[in-house]
C-alpha cells in the first residue's frame, strides 16, 4: 500500500511557518551576553522539526539548509560557540531564506539557490572557526605548526541499521535516511532479507528488512548519528570506523576564512535587512486554513445536535398538521430562529483569531529598520488576544505595515535629537489593539516629534491642495496627510518619503469599511486609529424604505433617527440643504435623489432623517421609513456586478428579494461635494 504523502504537506508548511515565527521571535530577544538557554533549545527545536520534517517529505534543498544551521544552533546550546551580533543577523537571515524557500516549495515555485548557498556558506565559515570536532591528529598537527586547512579528513564508517518491526508505522523511511547519507560522501549498502516471511504472512506496515551500510566521508560521527535521531528508539544502530582516516589535500580558498566570511557579510548586511524588512513587511500570501480550539468545535457541534432536535419536532407537523397545533409550531419556529442564530454565532467565532497573528510581524520590522536607521526604538504591544475575523486580519495587515514605518522613520527621532528635546534616546512604538461596540479599535502610538502642522499647510499650499488665505484646523491640517502622492520628507528613502502608502491606507481601510484617524501633538507623539467592523461576513443592520424600495444601513453608523422640523433647516447652493440638530448642522442627503428612484415623502416634514456618522463627519439620511433591525449577510457586489458609489453590498432577505447595503462613508463624501446631485452618477440601482 502507498501512501499520499502529499496530503500531509499542509500540516506539514503550517507547522514549519510556525517554528520560523518562534525562531525569529527567541532571536530577536536573545541577550548576547548571558543567553537564557531555553530559548536557545527553543531555536534549535524548531530547527530540528523544520530538518526531520522536510527530509521525510522530500525537500532536499530545506533540508541541507537546515542541517548547517542546526549543527550551529547545537554547538551554541553546547556552549561550544558564543554568538556575536553579527552571527544573530545571519541567524535572522537565516530565517528569511528558509522562510523564502518553504514558500516556494509550497506554491511550486523554483527555490533562489545561489541566494542559499550564499547564506548557507556564511554559516559554514563561522562552523569552521570553531572547529568542533577537531580530532586527535589535527590538534597535533597544529602544536607542531603544521596548519591543516589544506587537507581533508575522510574515514570509512561502517553502519550497521536493524530497524523495529513498526518502523513504516512511525511515518519513517529508510530510504529518505539513505538519501541524507549521501550527501556526505560515498555510500554503500548491503541489504539483510533472513527475517522476510512468505508472501501469505507479509505485511506491508511492518519492517522486515536490515541493512549494513559503508559511508566514505569527512563528516563527523555527530553528524552520522543526526540522520537517524528521528529513529533512534525505532532501532538497533551500531557506528564506527572501520578503516584508518586519510587525508587528502583540498584547495585553500581564501574566502572561506572565518574573516572573508564575516566580510562578505557586513557587504550583504545592507542589502539583506532591506530585503528582510520588505519581506517581514508584506502580507504573506493568504492562508487557507485555521486552527480552532476544541472548545469551539465542541459548542459547534452541540449546537448543530440542537438544530437535529429542532428540526425533527418540526418535522412531525408536515406529516400530520392540525389547526389546534399552532401555537406548537410558533413555539417550534421560534426554538429553530434561537438555534440559528446560536450555530451563526459559533461558525463566526470559528473564524476568529487573535491578533497576535498579525502583531507577530512587528519585532522583526522594528528591530530591523530601527538598525537601518541608526535609531533606538522599544516596541509595545498589548492587546494581543483581542479577537477578529480572519479575512479582516489578512487585509490590515499590509495599511499596519505602512503606519508603523511611517512612526519609525517620520515620528521617532535620532537619539541625539530626542536627548535634547529632553527625551529618553529610546524611542517607545505601542501597538494596542481593543473591541468597542462593534468594532476593532487599533492603536498605533508613537512618543516621537509628532506631525508639524506648519510644514504641511505649506507643502499643501506649494501643491495647490490649499488656498494660501485658506484657514484649516488641526484635524483637517492631519487629513492632508492622506492625500494622494503628499509628502513632507526632506530626503527620499528606501523606508519612506516618496508620497506613496498614505493614501493607500486610507483607501484599504475604507474598503475594509473602516476608518482611519490620527491625533499627534507636535514634539509629543502621534496616534493613528484604525476602527474595523470585527468581521466582513455578516453585521447588524437597519432597514430602512424609500419609496417603494429596501436599504440597509449598517447600526454601527447610526447615530439616532428623528422627526423632522422644517424650521431647523436651511437651504443653501440651490440644492444643498443643512438641518440644525442642536447645536450643529449636518447635510441632508436625500436617498431618493442619490439612487434616483420615486419615494413617498418630498418635503422633510413628512419623512424621517437617520442621522449617521464616519471618518468624523455626520449627514442626515432622509427615508421615508424605518423598518426592522436584522443581521445580514454580506455579498459582494464587486465580485457579482461592479463597483457602486454609495453601496458596500447586498443582501438577500427573508422574503427572497434584494436589499442593497448601504456605504457610509462614500455617502458622507458625496455629501461634502458642492452641488452633488449633480455630480454624481445616476446609479439606477433597482433595491427590493
Given amino acids: 500500500m502507498t501512501i499520499d504523502m502529499t496530503q500531509f504537506h499542509g500540516v506539514f508548511f503550517e507547522e514549519s511557518f510556525e517554528g520560523l515565527e518562534i525562531m525569529e521571535s527567541e532571536l530577536l530577544e536573545l541577550v548576547l551576553n548571558d543567553p537564557d538557554i531555553e530559548a536557545i533549545n527553543k531555536i534549535f527545536r524548531a530547527a530540528h522539526s523544520i530538518k526531520g520534517g522536510s527530509g521525510s517529505f522530500g525537500f532536499t534543498d530545506v533540508t541541507n539548509f537546515t542541517h548547517v544551521l542546526e549543527t550551529l544552533l547545537d554547538e551554541v546550546r553546547a556552549g561550544k560557540h558564543k554568538l556575536i551580533q553579527d552571527e544573530v543577523n545571519l541567524l535572522l537571515t537565516s530565517v528569511d531564506c528558509l522562510r523564502d524557500m518553504l514558500s516556494a516549495s509550497r506554491d511550486g515555485n523554483d527555490i533562489d539557490k545561489e541566494n542559499v548557498q550564499s547564506i548557507q556558506n556564511d554559516l559554514e565559515r563561522v562552523l569552521g572557526n570553531d572547529s568542533p570536532n577537531e580530532t586527535s591528529s589535527e590538534k597535533d598537527n597544529k602544536e ?10 575522510v574515514s570509512d564508517w561502517g553502519i550497521d541499521f536493524l530497524p523495529h518491526i513498526n518502523l513504516f508505522q512511525t511515518g519513517n523511511d529508510p530510504l529518505r535516511m539513505f538519501r541524507e547519507l549521501e550527501e556526505f560522501g560515498e555510500l554503500t549498502a548491503e541489504v539483510n532479507i533472513s527475517k522476510l516471511p512468505h508472501f501469505d504472512e507479509y505485511d506491508v506496515e511492518e519492517s522486515y528488512l536490515s541493512w549494513s551500510l559503508l559511508l566514505k566521508t569527512d563528516a563527523s560521527e555527530d553528524k552520522i548519528k543526526e540522520v537517524f535521531e ?23 580558498e581564501s574566502d572561506k576564512s572565518p574573516e572573508a566570511g564575516v566580510a562578505t557579510g557586513e557587504r550583504r548586511k545592507s542589502e539583506d535587512r532591506r530585503k528582510a524588512t520588505d519581506r517581514r513587511g508584506t502580507a504573506s500570501s493568504e492562508s487557507t486554513s485555521i486552527r480552532v480550539n476544541t472548545d469551539k468545535i465542541d459548542a459547534l457541534i452541540n449546537m448543530v445536535g440542537e438544530l437535529v432536535i429542532t428540526q425533527s419536532m418540526l418535522s412531525q407537523f408536515s406529516e400530520d398538521f392540525d389547526v389546534g397545533n399552532i401555537d406548537k409550531l410558533c413555539d417550534g419556529l421560534k426554538q429553530l430562529e434561537r438555534n440559528t ?3 451563526q454565532e459559533n461558525v463566526m467565532q470559528i473564524r476568529m483569531l487573535p491578533i497576535s497573528f498579525s502583531f507577530n510581524r512587528f519585532p522583526r520590522l522594528v528591530h530591523d ?12 504591544l498589548t492587546g494581543e488576544a483581542t479577537e477578529l475575523d480572519k479575512t479582516v486580519m489578512e487585509k490590515i495587515g499590509d495599511p499596519m505595515v505602512h503606519l508603523v514605518r511611517n512612526s519609525i522613520d517620520h515620528g521617532i527621532e535620532m537619539p541625539e535629537e530626542r536627548l535634547a528635546a529632553g527625551k529618553p534616546e529610546t524611542g517607545v512604538l505601542h501597538l494596542n489593539a481593543y473591541h468597542e461596540g462593534g468594532n ?10 509628532g506631525l508639524n502642522k506648519e510644514r504641511i499647510l505649506q507643502k499643501a499650499k506649494e501643491r495647490g491642495l490649499v488656498k494660501e488665505d485658506e484657514v484649516l484646523s488641526d484635524d483637517k491640517i492631519n487629513e492632508l496627510v492622506f492625500r494622494a502622492g503628499f509628502s513632507t520628507a526632506e530626503q527620499v528613502s528606501d523606508v519612506s518619503g516618496r508620497g506613496v502608502g498614505m493614501d493607500v491606507v486610507r483607501r484599504n481601510i475604507h474598503d475594509l469599511g473602516g476608518v482611519v484617524e490620527i491625533k499627534s501633538e507636535e514634539g509629543k507623539g502621534s496616534t493613528f486609529t484604525i476602527r474595523l467592523p470585527l468581521t466582513l461576513a455578516i453585521l447588524d443592520g437597519q432597514l430602512i424604505r424609500v419609496g417603494n424600495h429596501t436599504y440597509i444601513i449598517p447600526l454601527v453608523s447610526i447615530i439616532e433617527s428623528l422627526q423632522t422640523s422644517r424650521d431647523h433647516t436651511k437651504s443653501i447652493a440651490g440644492d444643498a440643504e443643512l438641518y440644525r440638530l442642536r447645536d450643529e448642522y449636518i447635510p441632508v442627503v436625500r436617498l431618493h435623489s442619490v439612487f434616483n428612484i420615486q419615494c413617498d415623502s418630498k418635503k422633510l416634514d413628512d419623512g424621517l432623517l437617520v442621522v449617521v456618522e464616519a471618518e468624523g463627519h455626520k449627514v442626515g439620511l432622509f427615508v421615508d421609513d424605518l423598518l426592522a433591525q436584522q443581521q445580514v449577510v454580506i455579498k459582494s457586489l464587486e465580485t457579482n456586478f461592479q463597483k457602486v458609489e454609495g453601496v458596500s453590498g447586498a443582501t438577500i432577505l427573508g422574503d427572497g428579494t434584494v436589499a442593497m447595503i448601504l456605504d457610509v462613508s462614500s455617502l458622507i463624501r458625496l455629501s461634502r461635494e458642492q452641488s452633488y446631485y449633480e455630480k454624481s452618477p445616476v446609479l439606477n440601482i433597482q433595491a427590493a
Avoid at 230 to 252: A, F, S, Y
Avoid at 369 to 380: R, T, V, W
Fill in 369 to 380: 529598520l530601527s538598525s537601518k536607521l541608526n535609531k533606538k526604538i522599544e516596541l509595545k
Fill in 440 to 449: 476593532i479599535v487599533i492603536d498605533i502610538e508613537d512618543d516621537g516629534a
Fill in 144 to 153: 607542531n605548526g603544521n596548519s591543516n586547512e589544506n587537507v581533508q579528513t
Fill in 341 to 343: 442564530r446560536e450555530l
Fill in 230 to 252: 528521528w529513529v533512534e528508539d525505532d532501532c538497533d544502530l551500531t557506528i564506527g570506523i572501520i578503516k584508518k582516516q586519510e587525508t587528502i589535500e583540498v584547495e585553500n
